[in-house]
Structure formats: C-alpha cells, structure tokens
C-alpha cells in the first residue's frame, strides 16, 4: 500500500506534483488540521476598540505597480498613463508608478513620466525595490530628475520565508536591509550632488509583516531607521505589510498598536499599512489599523491586486466619507473611474462592489423599497440637512449615481418599489392606498413574464390598468353650474349630462349636492349606479404651462365594501375628479372596457429625472 501510494501523483493546473511522504506514509496532517493557527500578540491594555477615524490618512496609490503585476494582460505606456492621470484627478498625492529595476518596460515608463513632465508639482511617485545592490542602482537610474519621489525598498522578514526560503535567522534578513539601506543612502547623496533639487524620500518595508514576530519586526525597522537618519523633519515611512492576510483584523490592529508604541522616535515615522484580501477582510483591517495608530494607507482602486486583491482604497474613502469624515479623494463620478479602470486593466468592477457596482443602488425586495421610497418622502417633506434613507448608507448622488435606478421591479418587489418607479420616471404620486393594489398588479405581472421589469413596463402596466379604462360607462358630455339664494348659507351644485351605457345608448342624468363630486354620485343613481362610497381623493399637475394637465387619483369603496381605485386626467381638475370616479366604476365591473390607443400620460415637458438630471 505504501509503494501504491508513493507511486500517486497529485495535478494542480496541469502540474503534477509528488505528496510529501515519510516512511510510505504522508506526514501532512488531513482537512483542517494542517493548518497551523495565527497566534494573536498579548495586547491586554490595547486602546484601538475606543478610537474613531476622525481624519483622512495619507493615502497611496499602488495600482501602477502591485495592481499593475496582477493582471493578465499588464498595460501598456498609454493606459498606464491614462490611469496615472485619473488617479491624480481623483486626489492621489502618492502614486508608486512601477518596479523599474523588473524590466525594460517598467523602466522606460519610469523615464516617460518624468521627461515628458506628467508629474505634477504637488505629487510623489514612489518606485519599488528589493533590498539588492544591482536592483537598488537600477533603481537610482531610473528616477534621475524626478522631483519628489519615494524610493520603497523591502525584503521580507517573515518566520516561514526565512525557513523556506532564504534559510537565514533574523539577523540575516536584518543584515539585508541594512546593507540595502546604506547603498540607497550613499546613492541618494550622489543623485542629489547632480540634481539638488530632488525631493528624494524613504520607504521600507518588511515583507510579510504579519507574518514575522512583532518584536522581531520593530528591532529590523529601528535599524532602518539608524542608517538612513530618520528625524521627526524629514521621517522615513515604514510600510506594515498584511502581505498575505492571515487573521481577523483585530490581531492586525494589535500588530500595529504593539509596533507604534515600541518603535523607537514614533515621531519621527509615518506607519503606513498595505493589506491585502486573502480573507476577504482587507477593508476592515484597514480601518481598525488606522484606529490603531497607522498614518498612511496604500491600496488600489476597486481592491486590484495579486490573488484575492489590495485593499480598495474607493470603499476606504467612502466608508469615511458616510461617517462625515472628508477623504480627501474625489469620487463625485465614480462611472467614470470606473469605465477607465476597467478599460485600461481589462478587469470589471463586480455589480455588488460597494458603492460602485451596478446594483449596490438597487433595491428588489419589497420591504426595502418601500422604506427607501418613505425615506425619499420624508427627506423631500422636512428639508432635513442629513441624510436619512434607509438602506442607502450614502446619497447615489455623492457619487454621481443619482439618476440611475434605486429601485428595480421583480417578482420579490413590493408596492414601495412600482410607487417609487412612477414618482421617480414619471411624476405619477400615487396615494399610499392605491400603491398596494397597483403593486399586486405589478406582481402579477412579474410573475407571468419571470424575471425583472423595466421603469418603462412599469408604466405601461399603469397606463393599461387605470388610463386606457373607457367602458363600459363613459361621459360624454357634461355641464355644472352653482346656485345659491339669499340668504342661504350653503351653496348648491347642479350636474348635468349624457352618459353612454353598457349597451351604447347615452342617457340623460342629473343631480344636485353640496359639491361637484356629490352632485354627480346623486345623477349616478339615475342610471342605476348606486352603492359607491367615496373615500379620498388627491391630485397633481402632470405638465407645465399654458397646456398643463392635471391627474386625480379617486379611492371608492364598492357595494360589497371592497376598495376600487381610478384615475382621470384633464385640463379641467373638476372634470379630472369625474373621469377618475367613472374610472374606478369601471374598473369595478364585470365588462370594463380598455382601448389601448388612449393618449399616454408620459409628459409633453421634460420629466422629473430629466429636470434633475439638466
């Protein structure tokens, strides 16, 4: 069985590997159990759990260089400085442009910035390299006559890569960024004696920060920090690498803690953080690391990175930006960046990327639309200063997403939703009332058809179900009139008309009441109508001008105590309130009558999001 099991061979992605085995037995431990746990730093007093984020960190893009290597295909000159430029739109003052020590390509578009003069005054590229003589003087080359720029030079430091890999103790790796430090230190002096004007920084990183032993960690940074001079005038960032995420974000917010209060001359440092989403926790590392102490935070627009990603600095920013917190970044169109993030890298943004994908502003569910669309009430009818609706944690339109649609319409979708939809497109305010019949039109009609409709089906369901209603009565002629004797108190209102019955003849009627409304149900009764209750009634202007129209929405309730709906459209509001009442009569009969070629309702002025969108 042993000589069986040595024989087996084990394929990842075409790759045939050989299991580790002694004696004929494998000696990796199986499912879970050969994992070995992160072991959490004892921090008992640790003060991070009571901070808030109250200030914007520094921020640092790395999308030309950490996203850049990511991707399948890499960019090229032209999209890398597309990208570039949109970064420094959006507000990025640090921006790590390459590893131009790595090749050729990364070199040349080094030296492209630079002498064609697309670098900003007030922004700092940063280039990566490894703690290595000949990377570190390919490196130097590369930057000649930059004005401000980070050299951010690493190696990593972590227990597993010094066993696996490098086969060293920590006095090794120590010794490698020590030497590292003072080539770039001697090299800094020379560039500067050729260009004095250079505004050359430092930056180092141990890689696999959370991987290495948190004393170990500070003791090879403070030695850093010697070499190169480091004063609270000119400090030198040391970048706390999550380089692979392996724990909770409160063990990386410990690290953090634990280094910035053991790190010799504090003030003379800017901690910066770099994490990655192997977990899926990136975001939230971040931010419990910032409330830990860190200053500084590199990342990528829409988390872009090697494996699962960096952290993405659009979600950081906005995260802080709902807390009333200003970012500092601008993501006032967030379509924009995005359409040139995923032109330039190929990659799309997914629909539910936070604030950013396609649906994030979308609401199916029934009960969620009806609060966003009672959010949207309330904010109109109070002229709150504060934003306050539910299920929306920031405004759509901060981000310029205002006139896209919040609310979509599918079979889980609830009255709120199709209310929404009509005031939203099309300026139709239902009554609360009606919204629960139309909705369970709307259902039935997602139903049939399986799967979602469009803002414009919507509509067409409303025009179908309440405008195009002609029959089986219909009026066809009316006149009203008021008297009122000396003397009298009340006024009278008289009614007449001709009206075509179920079976097409018209019938003369008449009546009288204290208003319009009850003068008409009185000359209703003479046709045999009777038994209709009004309960309410509202209206609205559905255009402008000399021409305006006006829509009444009438609830009844029937004979037998069911509700009825109708609406009525007209120059005339009296004549509108008729309309609607024979409408919702109509609709409550067995022969109702519909003609698809009634005149639409859709505006002859520009609609509602149309104004707002002008």
Not at 214 to 232: L, Q, R, S
């Amino acid at each position: 069985a042993a000589s069986d099991v040595y024989k087996r061979q084990i394929s990842f992605g075409g790759v045939f590997f050989m299991p580790f085995i002694k004696k004929g037995v494998f000696i990796m431990l199986k499912g879970y159990k050969k994992y070995i746990p992160f072991k959490p730093i004892n921090i008992p007093d640790r003060t991070w759990p009571d901070k808030t984020i109250t200030k914007a960190p520094t921020w640092c893009s790395v999308d030309l260089r950490d996203g850049n290597q990511a991707l399948v295909d890499p960019m090229n000159l032209e999209e890398k400085l597309e990208l570039f430029k949109t970064l420094i739109d959006i507000g990025v003052k640090e921006i790590e442009v390459g590893f131009p020590s790595a090749s050729e390509t990364e070199y040349e578009i080094l030296r492209t910035l630079i002498e064609g003069n697309y670098i900003p005054d007030d922004v700092t590229i940063q280039v990566l390299v490894q703690a290595r003589a000949h990377l570190i003087k390919k490196t130097f080359e590369a930057i000649k006559g930059a004005k401000n720029v980070i050299v951010h030079f690493y190696n990593s430091t972590s227990t597993l890569q010094r066993k696996v890999v490098f086969k060293t103790d920590m006095q090794g790796v120590i010794d490698i960024a020590v030497e590292g430090a003072k080539l770039i230190k001697e090299l800094t002096d020379e560039e500067l004696k050729q260009y004095p004007d250079m505004n050359i920084r430092y930056e180092y990183s141990p890689e696999s920060f959370t991987g290495t032993e948190i004393d170990n960690a500070v003791w090879i940074c403070e030695e850093v920090m010697k070499v190169m001079g480091a004063t609270p005038e000119n400090p030198i960032i040391l970048n706390l690498p999550s380089t692979v995420e392996c724990a909770t974000p409160n063990c990386y917010a410990d690290q953090i803690e634990y280094f910035c209060r053991h790190i010799s001359n504090r003030d003379a440092c800017i901690i910066s953080l770099h994490p990655h989403n192997d977990r899926g926790e990136g975001v939230a590392a971040t931010e419990l690391a910032l409330m830990a102490g860190a200053d500084r935070v590199e990342g990528t627009l829409f988390g872009n990175g090697e494996r699962t990603g960096n952290v993405d600095i659009v979600t950081l920013a906005l995260n802080m930006w709902t807390q009333g917190v200003d970012p500092k970044l601008d993501f006032h169109d967030i379509n924009k960046i995005k359409e040139v993030y995923e032109r330039t890298t190929k990659m799309k943004v997914p629909p539910r990327q936070p604030y950013a994908g396609e649906l994030v502003f979308t609401a199916f569910s029934g009960s969620h639309q009806d609060a966003i669309n009672k959010g949207k009430t309330y904010m109109e009818e109070t002229h709150s200063d504060y934003w306050e609706v539910p299920y929306l944690p920031i405004d759509p339109a901060d981000v310029g997403r205002e006139y896209e649609p919040v609310i979509r319409i599918n079979s889980q979708s609830g009255k709120g939703g199709a209310a929404f939809i009509l005031s939203a497109d099309y300026g139709i305010k239902m009554p609360k009332a009606m919204q629960v019949e139309f909705g369970a039109v709307v259902k039935h009609a997602c139903d049939a058809k399986g799967k979602e409709l469009k803002p414009d089906e919507v509509f067409d369901l409303f025009q179908k179900e309440y405008r195009n209603v002609v029959g089986p009565y219909r009026i066809m002629n009316h006149k009203t009139f008021e008297e009122k004797e000396e003397g009298e108190y009340l006024t009278r209102v008289h009614f007449e008309g001709e009206i075509k019955v179920k079976d097409g003849s018209l019938v003369k009627i008449d009546g009288a009441g204290s208003g319009p409304i009850e003068a008409f149900f009185n000359a209703l009764d003479q046709i045999g109508i009777k038994g209709y209750q009004f309960v309410d009634y509202s209206e609205h202007a559905i255009s402008v001008g000399e021409d305006s129209k006006a829509i009444s929405y009438i609830h009844l309730k029937n004979p037998q105590g069911k509700d009825v709906f109708g609406i009525g459209v007209s120059h005339n509001i009296g004549y509108a309130s008729l309309k609607g009442i024979i409408c919702a009569i109509n609709r409550d009969q067995p022969g109702c009558v519909r003609d698809d070629t009634m005149p639409c309702l859709l505006y002859t002025s520009p609609s509602p999001r149309d104004k707002r969108q002008s």
